[in-house]
């Protein structure tokens, strides 16, 4: 007998099977639609990960065994969590037609956990060839009958593909991970995504994009109107999964929404449009020759034989030579070189346009021109300085519309762009999370003209501790900010804000407030609490660039450390160790987490 037989057996006889739960959000309503139910082995035995532990049970002969203890764990601890929402089963194809499999199971553990069966989803999987499809069909709508769900597991990856959905008319269908992961790059996945959500809402089927690692993802599946979603980018399985659409989910759904929108309109290589390019060595006649082929073509980029542009040609200048007495005796035969601007604009696709703007006023370049762009060195193509303004103003009006009206600060979308570019450039940056503590039952008390005024006073003390630095404050909504600090001055500024704000928000306090630090006030159970004067938390972070790939990952790391400052009742600077994503929150008996 080997050893993963035995381990089997033993995993069948005592009943040791771990079940972790990764929540499926409905992004659309922003609620939690429910928890798909993940088994694990013992740990540290050879068969504590799923993909071995079903292999070993498949080949033993045991998978019905296995099945069903892995369902009664998953019932059991649904229910022990009180979680809410549907639950979510992987189910066999092949255990479910096994002559040897109790039938009626599934509906007796529901009973004897009370959960009741329409929270219930069968998922099926996809990636079995099953031989007998009327059987399948036969027991799928026993399963109906009594009042189950069902679903297609990884849809796209297995045999029967659309003919397995138009027969089963599931109530979901799960898209298999293959054609989520990086399907904002591919054309062809793009086009498989779209065909599905017009398929789904013809048959009147919900979708759930699974295995969501990237912030592109998710932005182009919710595009394509795909609302259930679940990846690790929003919250890995867990023993103990988050038990609705939280603020950090919620912070990270709208860093999410702009992520996308960003890296396409901030740099230069958008504006980019392919046009032809002659060498250096070209003759002036032949350059002629080009402008006078296409009447629309303005500049040529003049380029070297390494494929670098080395200097621009204008048609007016050499329409105004060759026009001039014997102009076309002096120059037909005179290479380009002689010609051409020698000091065009040249600048990398990935240059964002606020520099690039800098750079035209500062050299103060002729409206009508055009500036080079080039990939690694190499000519790309040219951009014409009118669509380059035209679009930094439409990119400022788009800001200015995403600014808070309160602070009048920049918002969401600022925040992630002033992120995503010292990602992209590989400049280190600390990032704070700033909040308020006590601020609802000061609201509450005071009035929300106060609590206004409160949060200004915020907003006003953070940019003037920052007005000496290159940082950038923005206002993420309600009492929550955020500073990107570029120097190594962060911690004396958090600490100086923190200064600052508990001395001015003493205004707002009437004196017996203010001499009993605090006041009594009724929580939502009714209940009276003394509740301290306003203090701040700030988490602070010092993302790693090599771990951290997109904003989301940053803003969850400082949304971790403002968790731990807002542990303590006065105003504290938490100062996170970790500096890239972290796998799921580990609680110790104290009720603590380790970060």
């Known amino acids: 007998m080997t050893i993963q037989r035995k381990v089997l057996e033993y995993i069948l006889k005592s009943g040791e099977i771990t079940t972790l739960f990764q929540p499926i959000f409905d992004i659309s309503n922003q609620v939690i639609l429910g928890y798909e139910a993940l088994s694990r082995g013992p740990k540290n035995s050879p068969l504590e990960m799923p993909n071995t532990l079903f292999k070993v049970a498949h080949e033993e002969g045991l998978i019905s065994e296995l099945e069903l203890l892995c369902r009664s764990k998953a019932i059991e601890n649904f229910v022990r969590l009180n979680l809410q929402g549907k639950l979510f089963l992987n189910v066999s194809p092949k255990t479910l037609l096994d002559p040897c499999h109790p039938k009626g199971e599934t509906l007796h553990l529901i009973e004897q956990f009370g959960l009741a069966a329409n929270r219930v989803v069968i998922e099926v999987t996809e990636q079995e060839k099953v031989d007998d499809g009327f059987l399948l069909l036969k027991t799928i709508a026993h399963y109906r009958e009594l009042g189950f769900t069902i679903a297609i597991d990884d849809l796209g990856a297995g045999y029967s593909g659309l003919k397995q959905w138009s027969e089963l008319c599931p109530d979901f269908v799960k898209i298999d991970r293959y054609f989520i992961d990086h399907c904002d790059e591919s054309e062809v996945k793009k086009e498989f995504l779209k065909s599905i959500t017009v398929l789904a809402r013809a048959t009147n089927t919900q979708v759930i994009a699974e295995g969501i690692e990237r912030a592109e993802e998710l932005t182009l599946v919710e595009n394509l109107g795909i609302r259930n979603v679940q990846g690790f980018l929003l919250e890995k399985p867990s023993i103990k999964p988050s038990e609705d659409f939280s603020s950090e989910q919620l912070q990270a759904h709208s860093f999410v929404q702009s992520n996308a929108l960003l890296d396409q309109s901030m740099a230069i290589g958008r504006l980019s449009i392919t046009q032809p390019a002659i060498n250096s060595d070209t003759r002036c006649k032949y350059a002629h020759k080009l402008f006078e082929q296409d009447k629309l073509l303005i500049s040529i980029a003049v380029l070297s034989t390494e494929n670098q542009p080395i200097g621009l040609l204008h048609r007016d200048q050499l329409t105004e030579v060759f026009a001039a007495p014997y102009g076309h005796a002096l120059y037909d035969k005179r290479p380009v070189t002689a010609l051409m601007d020698k000091q065009p604009l040249v600048v990398d696709e990935n240059q964002l346009l606020d520099t690039v703007s800098k750079q035209i006023t500062e050299q103060d370049f002729d409206i009508r021109r055009h500036i080079v762009i080039t990939r690694e060195k190499a ?30 600060l920049p918002g969401n979308v600022a925040i992630n762009e002033a992120i995503e570019q010292r990602l992209r450039g590989s400049n280190s940056f600390s990032l704070a999370y700033i909040d308020l503590n006590h601020f609802k039952q000061f609201n509450d008390l005071y009035g929300y003209a106060s609590g206004d005024s409160v ?3 915020l907003a006003d003390v953070t940019v003037q501790a920052c007005k000496n630095s290159a940082n950038f404050v923005g206002h993420i909504g309600g009492d929550d900010f955020m500073v990107v600090f570029d120097q190594h001055d962060a911690v004396d500024i958090c600490n100086t804000i923190i200064e600052q704000f508990e001395h001015q928000s003493r205004i707002f306090f009437t004196p017996e407030h203010i001499k009993s630090k605090g006041y009594w006030a009724t929580n939502r159970e009714g209940e009276k609490q003394f509740v301290p004067l306003l203090t701040l938390s700030i988490g602070l972070v010092v993302p790693d660039l090599q771990q951290c790939k997109n904003s989301h990952q940053v803003a969850a790391l400082a949304t971790d450390a403002k968790k731990e400052a807002k542990r303590y009742r006065h105003s504290y600077l938490f100062i996170c160790k970790r500096k890239g994503p972290a796998p799921a929150v580990v609680r110790l008996a104290s009720n603590k987490q380790v970060i």
């Open 379 to 408: 000519y790309l193509g040219l951009a014409p300085l009118r669509d380059i303004l035209k679009h930094i103003t439409e990119e400022k009006i788009r800001h200015a519309q995403h600014a808070n009206p309160l602070t009048m």
């Open 455 to 457: 949060i200004k006073l």
